[in-house]
């Protein structure tokens, strides 16, 4: 479903992402880790474009993102993004953060627009913030607002830029238990983090990425497999230690 | 000093209303508040095609807004005085001259105010709409601005006192303003300038102040509603 082809991507003089190729497949959940400023979360950007590339092709369902007659605003409507603060319109109470793309988008009539939101909202379990601001929300509920925001549009794949690191420890769960009921359900997935804990349970398949480019890649179970990702289990040491 | 604002309090007030035209305290905050209210369309979008992609759109925007901010406000009300009979085709009074000046000026300050908004948005805003796959107008009305607007309105009202001591500027063109009532008053007396002027400036300062502490206010509270980040003023 998405294809990266050998991307290369260049922040001036640096290469954040090196010849990097890889496929995702309808209802895979992948997940990638590695150290930071490793290009994990440049990959998963250039995917709706918010990071334009400079070498190879990025690829949903056969189509090039890049490729002239290609309506990216439409394609942006099939790829819901989370990000890692949230970005929740503060002007806009939690229910109009979720309508606002429906009645803009979708051309859903606002009572329909919010039907359409609160059931989403139902599905984070916060369909009693409804009209709360995200400036009185906890970081947890703003996320699982945020995850709300995107799948109120239906998407097909959902990217996740490190969801829970802005956040504090007691609030990872709630989000990682919204994430983890979207990958039972079949959504396709890829998700930057470093929730280890949370890629051994859903992740088809761990790519381990490293000075922009993908190093290792791995079935979870092969995680802790020294002799089969050598540089991953090293890195997983080393984050434990810490 | 009492005894000629308590003489004429309603010269300074109205000017000669109702045996004349409108003018005085009335005058000079109607000329303030219209020329602010005609002004921020154009604001916006100056604001707008400078921070577009575009360099047809960005570099025209910019000379504007240098050009203007590179000269006195008189020499706008002298050009509008002269030019704007020229193109409506008959004669132009004081208050329309000057609100036009007006309009061109503040329209440059404005949208620095305005762009400074937008910049000053998290770059995760409009990543977020585009995200959703909302394109530049819907993001920019529904997201940006909205936001931008909030953000600013400390700025805009200091704008907005900037803009009231600005009317005084009229008098030159004789439009009917608090300063023009002031020298009406001044020119029956003719022995106590120095009393008159006192009163026209403790009355532009009571106006100025009250409206600059009514700025602090709504950036207090700005702030408190952002989860304590400050608002950003900037001075007019």
Redesign the interface.
Known sequence: MIRFENVDKWFGPLQVLADVSGEVGRGEVKVLVGPSGSGKSTLIRTV?R?EKIQGGRVLIDGADIAGRGLDI?????R???V?Q?Y?????LSALGNIT??LT??RGLSKTAARERAMEELARVGLAEKANEMP?LLSGGQKQRV?IA??LA?DPEVMLFDEPTSALDPEMVGEVLAAMKRLAAGGMTMICVTHEIGFAREVADEIWFMEAGRVVERGRPAELADSDACPRLAGFLRRSVRN | MLEILQNNWLLFLVGQYPHGPIGGLVMTLFMALISLALCFPFAIGLALARLSPYRWLRLPATAIVHTVRGLPLVMFIFWAYFVSPLIIGRAVGGVETLVIALVVYEAAYLSEIIRAGIEGL?K??T?????????YW?TTL??VL??AL?NMLPSMVSQFVSTIKETSLGYVISAHELTFAAAQVNNVLLTQPFEVYGILALTYFALCFALTSLARLIERRISA???GTPGITIAA
Request: glycine share 14%; proline share 9%; net charge positive.
């Open positions: 709706t918010l605003n439409r394609l942006r409507q790829v819901g993004f990000f603060a970005n929740l319109f503060p002007h606002l793309g803009k988008l400036g945020a925001r995107s549009m | 998290p995760g805003q990543e977020a709409a585009t995200s959703l796959g909302l394109r819907p529904k997201v909205p936001q909030h509603g952002r989860g």
